[in-house]
Nanobody
């Protein structure tokens, strides 16, 4: 059974940094892409950053230049380095892996980790 587990969330002052990690276990699929999403209170979940198996990277404009996504391929782990944090970055951060197995696609989600940025 595939499981994703995020870590690294917490409380930080504006201008500070955090690094999130998302580790997978039980993964036998081919990973197509890894993503970080966040959900602020009362808002919809939004895509923050993506890294594909070809190492193509995309960011939401709200985090570009401040956040950096990377991955450890052998460990099937994805990271999100977050710098110059703002109160608007507060929310629950989720990782998602899009995978392929036996000609079908699957999406796996972590349980989320809370990031709170105080002003």
């Amino acid at each position: 059974q595939v499981q994703l587990e995020e870590s690294g969330g917490g409380l930080v002052q504006a201008g500070g940094s955090l690094t999130l990690a998302c580790a997978s276990s039980g993964m036998t699929d081919s990973i197509l892409s890894m993503h970080w999403y966040r959900q602020a209170p009362g808002k919809q979940r939004e895509l923050v950053a993506t890294i594909t198996r070809a190492d193509a990277i995309q960011y939401d404009t709200s985090v570009e230049g401040r956040f950096s996504i990377s991955r450890d391929k052998p460990k099937n782990t994805v990271y999100l380095q977050m710098n110059s944090l703002k109160p608007d970055d507060t929310g629950v951060y989720y990782c998602k892996f899009l995978t392929e197995s036996e000609s079908s696609w699957h999406a796996y989600w972590g349980q989320g980790t809370q990031v709170t940025v105080s002003s």
